[in-house]
């Protein structure tokens, strides 16, 4: 029985190994400017990370073979320099493992996370709020109004909480249920949420970030073909998150400059 549970083992291993050898699952086609070197980091950890899984998968096997099935009187076989030795081995091949994984993981995250955007970026705040997304862009002042959290308001539709009767800051401030961007522009991305954990994926522009109650955050990134592209909220957020979910417009310089005034008049 045990060597059957080593070739078992083994097998096992290696058909799980086979969709990821063959690239049976395509992600979304990359539309951002950083796009690529996220996905090569995340070739470099699958072909790591799934070596080392057949590595110790086999080991496991040959160690179930060639370990077990002592016969009556014979005696117990054990390790050379006992499990010491073992225990330290693992520790040191999972630490170098881990530790590889960070240092290959640097160029892919830190354009977006350890570098500020461009002083040019377009600035767009994204509320997220169960179950639903706001998106809110300057006017021409530039500036965005403050926020009144004593004034959000669903009723009103105030999801910002903003006040346009007393802040001349926020009186041009567009507050849209859809998000739209022009083409190869900069965009600076500053996020709250108003309850509970959120967060903000969008699959074609290789972004996912959480939204944390009671932090500011932000991300920049730059989106490098025209579409439309969905926006989901992967953190397990109430009864709705499964409905939660905005669209993301990707337009020319023109287009968005028509689709903006048009928001600008709905206000």
């Known amino acids: 029985m045990a060597k059957l549970l080593a070739v078992t083992i083994v097998v096992i291993a290696i058909l799980s190994a086979i969709p990821i050898i063959r690239n049976t699952w395509h992600p979304l086609p990359d539309v951002s400017a950083h796009g690529q070197a996220i996905d090569d980091q995340l070739s470099e950890t699958m072909w790591e990370a799934g070596i080392s899984f057949l590595a110790s998968q086999i080991i496991l096997a040959w160690f179930i073979w060639r370990y077990s099935g002592n016969r009556p009187g014979e005696k117990t076989k054990t390790f050379p320099g006992g499990a010491t030795g073992l225990v330290a081995a693992a520790v040191i091949l999972v630490g170098v493992e881990v530790f590889a994984l960070g240092i290959f993981g640097v160029k892919a995250w830190a354009n977006i996370y350890f570098t500020p955007p461009g ?86 522009l290789r972004i996912h970030q959480d939204f944390v109650p009671g932090l500011d955050l932000q991300i920049h990134f730059t989106a490098t073909k025209v579409g439309r592209y969905e926006i989901v909220c992967s953190q397990l957020c109430g009864l709705g998150h499964y409905n939660m979910k905005a669209y993301l417009s990707v337009l020319s310089q023109d287009d968005f400059d028509a689709w903006l005034k048009k928001q600008a008049a709905l206000q």
């Open 119 to 204: 002083a040019d970026a377009m600035p767009v705040q994204v509320q997220a709020g169960q179950f639903a997304f706001y998106f809110r862009y300057t006017g021409p002042d530039g500036t965005f109004g403050a926020i009144h959290p004593e004034m959000l308001s669903e009723a009103n539709q105030n999801f910002y909480g903003i006040d346009t009767d007393h802040d001349s800051d926020a009186k041009d401030d567009i507050v849209t249920a859809e998000m739209a961007v022009p083409v190869n522009r900069e965009i600076r991305l500053l996020m709250h949420s108003k309850d509970v954990s959120h967060s903000f994926y969008v699959p074609a």
